[in-house]
């Protein structure tokens, strides 16, 4: 299911499908209250780069973060999905980094742009069966920059879990096989540290998640 050696371990999806501030952590750092539904935005899929291959920091941005977030591909149609049989529509799991221009995020108002660059959704290193991951919300999730962990959480501090996700977004959204969705990046992200922490060209970004793998791109800047 998917390769190690480079490439994207999924065929593209339909649609990437996004959660904000899913960690209590980093609600807090970010001084925002805990949302009461899932909050939902998309990444598309020109985004998607494999493990090895460059995020390319764009010359129109100085404030490219990192965002370590477990991945979920849909391998079922999903329509309506009551939480008790979410998990069962899952084809399996991956590491996600959901790269972020915070400058031209915060400039727009909503989120689209600055987090769809080209290169700004490496995945990898390979799909998990979900049979191998007995319970998504049990899992360390760290993201490491320059083999410094500045990430360092686990999936059981999601305000919403995975199957709350697909309930919620299976209620308003088809969801369809092979759709990717992120699920949300815990405390530590560039943005809020002080000083704060951007990616600069010749930085080696990690996403690592419990039983699912380890992801490394390097950061480039645009040539």
């Known amino acids: 299911m998917g390769s190690d050696n480079g490439g994207l371990p999924i065929e593209r999806p339909g649609k990437i499908v996004c959660v904000g501030l899913n960690y209590r952590d980093h609600a807090a750092e970010a001084g925002m209250e805990l949302p009461t539904q899932p909050v939902i935005f998309a990444k598309w899929p020109n985004a998607l780069v494999g493990p090895g291959e460059p995020i390319v920091l764009p ?21 309506d999905v009551p939480e008790s049989e979410a998990l069962g529509t899952i084809a399996g799991y991956l590491c996600v980094n959901d790269v972020s221009a915070r ?3 915060f400039a727009d108002g909503q989120w689209t742009r600055g987090k769809s660059l080209d290169s700004f959704c490496p995945i990898g290193p390979r799909l998990v069966p979900a049979s191998e991951v007995p ?10 920059v320059n083999g410094e962990a500045l990430q ?4 059981s501090a999601m305000v919403f879990s995975v199957a709350e996700v697909i309930a919620f977004v299976s209620s308003w959204i088809t969801l369809e096989p092979g759709d990717l969705i992120a699920t949300g990046t815990p405390a530590g992200v560039g ?9 600069r060209d010749g930085d080696e970004v990690t996403v690592e998640i419990e039983r699912v793998g380890t992801l490394t791109n390097p950061v ?3 040539r």
């Open 220 to 222: 480039r800047a645009a």
């Open 152 to 155: 360092d959480s686990s999936t």
């Open 135 to 144: 319970d998504p919300q049990d899992l360390a999730i760290r993201c490491l």
């Open 191 to 199: 943005f809020v540290r002080k000083p704060p922490v951007f990616l």
């Open 103 to 105: 400058d031209l995020q």
């Open 59 to 79: 010359a129109g941005s100085r404030q490219v973060d990192y965002e370590a977030e477990l991945g979920v591909v849909m391998g079922t149609r999903a329509r």
